[in-house]
Nanobody, 128 residues
Framework: QVSLVESGGGVVQTGDSLRLSCSAS????????????MSWFRQAPGKEREFVAS????????YYADSVKDRFSISRDNYLRTLWLQMDSLKPEDTGLYYC?????????????????WGQGTQVTVSS
């Protein structure tokens, strides 16, 4: 099975930037990552996991939640089997555990149940 591992989280101040990475490993012939769309979700304490951003198989379809539009940027490299989330102008409301996830569709949805693989998450904390 393909394993997803997030990294790059940390503690920053309002207005700072972070770049999250999600690396894929394993899987039959190592080809699962490049076959599907990928997304980032986040979850704050006491709240449900929410959609942040998605990118289709070859990067032609990109979608952001309204709360992060114009501040975050999602990208991927199928050769490196890596997904990134560049986060700029961070706000305290961005605080949470960030997960990368593999969709069962080429073009991802925003529905949590449509994802087949999840990482363990990387913590992002934004202070004022």
């Amino acid at each position: 099975q393909v394993s997803l591992v997030e990294s790059g989280g940390g503690v920053v101040q309002t207005g700072d930037s972070l770049r999250l990475s999600c690396s894929a490993s394993g899987g039959a012939s190592g080809g699962t990552f490049s076959d599907v769309g990928m997304s980032w979700f986040r979850q704050a304490p006491g709240k449900e996991r929410e959609f942040v951003a998605s990118i289709s198989r070859f990067g032609t379809n990109i979608y952001y939640a309204d709360s992060v539009k114009d501040r975050f940027s999602i990208s991927r490299d199928n050769y490196l089997r890596t997904l990134w989330l560049q986060m700029d102008s961070l706000k305290p409301e961005d605080t949470g555990l960030y997960y990368c996830a593999a969709s069962k569709f080429v073009v991802p949805t925003t529905t949590r149940d449509d994802y087949t693989s999840w990482g363990q998450g990387t913590q992002v904390t934004v202070s004022s």
